[in-house]
């Protein structure tokens, strides 16, 4: 268990210091652009646009990464007082603070979010601007210049120290043993906080003072990935083999490298293959000279061939260094790949990797399995979830609407994935659950979403029934006949339940908490609450739309008394995977007599005007008048 929650951590934080990073890669590749067109090794020297290149590595990187620090922290006051406070550790030093910048922003918007906390109900009416503004320049102020005073000097003192070491390792030959780190280090999603944090600015340093550095070519080099996906290409099996040409390219050219990571995981001794592809890159690195004069982000080729300096020679030297890698993860790859027995889950796999990266990965997609046109003369859709509780009940609540406003005579249900009809002809599922449900019924037309109340393939699906719908007038009416004999469910909402201002650390805080009302409330045992905490940990429970609803397993249902919601105003927002969530409605349902309401939260909750107003209702009668107002 301890060593669980480590790992955990260490992903998390790898995600936090990516996600300062990320958002800003625009602006490093403006500034790799820059320099390498016009600094005086460059393809265009020119000695007036050359004065860019300083301030924009010293100042303008810096301070928005610091900025979006603050802000991951505590919204933009968090991210106005993180570019304050790393203003101190841009001054104090003469070298790019991209490391001071991932302290001090953070850091500036936690303590301006505590001092929002502490303040909270103790400002009089009028005063609010006057006091927001001038907390935020007092305190972003004082860490100003604490970081001038102590971190900046900590920090140079660092990297001073990591300049040292790399200059030893340099002239001792041991460069490519960094990669023992660097290539796993990937896999748990450190790589931006590496490569950003560490390397770019000893690189940037190096490009001031030599023209180029090796070190921005440890991370970025696309030739261990390359390596291995060639070896899914001519070794791999089933869905793996298939979708691996496709990887190769988004990973070379597009310099996604977080595409490989699932044929990695698949089978955990390519991280073997990817170590001595990229130590034998490196070695070619620095054998023939090799180097970059700016920062290749992302790390495609097409971005080191624009970030090489101007001259035959470093040309020759960082193609070569690619190549080289790409040719040994390749043959290790296959080996490995040749060797033992495969067992090969694509889908799984990239589950997981999300899982390590907290969040939704942008190429997860890419594994999915792809299907034909939509089946003809529809008549059933099925939304499915782990439970069928929940979030597929809101999901079919909206779709069925849009049915209904498109004159379609068709039926759309929701149930577990377990309980998914053989029958149904289109499923829809979060996208982490649509392996399962392609396992369960395998002859169906199956729809990913990630956004179950406002997905785009809702209109997409509409619009593609539109052509060809027939539903019999038997399934029709008993369709409606089970809509129209629900139960009033008016009583489940109760003005107790409702809780404003509330503020979480953690989305498991905030699920214990909606737990706890249902728990005293006498809708469920005391167990179901560990229940909700699984069920969020297997597939989130986020729905979009600023708006989660953590409920129970399947297994679960059995510890539900009877039917009840709760709803937790969340103004400030808590993190659910990555996306902030502000308003939580925790559910136990029983024998379905909980969907009707569940239904109508979902419609109103697919309107954002409707979210803010919740968001700021100043009372529990006037949050549940928007929700029944629909």
Known sequence: MAQSNIKVAVQKFGNFLSSMVMPNIGAFIAWGLITALFIPTGFFPNESLTKLVDPMVKYLLPLLIGYTGGKLVHDQRGGVVGAIATMGVIVGSDIPMFLGAMIMGPLGGYIIKKFDQFIEGKVKTGFEMLINNFSAGILGGILAILAFLGVSPAVDGFTGALVVGVDWMVAHGLLPLTSILIEPAKILFLNNAINHGILSPIGAEQIRTNGQSILLLLETNPGPGLGILLAYCFFGKGTAKQSAPGAAIIHFIGGIHEIYFPYVLMRPLLIIAAILGGMSGVFTFVLLGGGLQAVASPGSILAILAATPGNAGSYVANISGVLVAAVVSFIVGSLILKTGKQTEDLDEAARKMQEMKGKKSSVAGSFTKQQGEVPASVQKIVFACDAGMGSSAMGASLLRKKVKQADLNISVTNTAISNIPSDAQIVITQEELTPRAQNKVPDAYHISVDNF??????????????????????????????????????????????FLNQHFSSKEEAIRFAGSVLVKGGYVEENYVEAMIERDNMTSTYMGNDVAIPHGTEEAKKNVLRSGFTVIQVPEGVDFDGEKVRLIFGIAGKDGTHLEILSGIAITCSDMDNIEKMVHAKSAKELMAIIQSN
């Open 453 to 498: 109340l406002s997905s785009p393939e809702y209109d997409k699906l509409i619009d593609q029934l539109k052509n060809d719908h027939t539903t019999s007038k038997a399934e029709e009416e008993k369709r409606v006949s089970a809509e129209n004999n629900t139960d009033s469910n008016d009583g489940l909402l109760k003005e107790e339940n409702v």
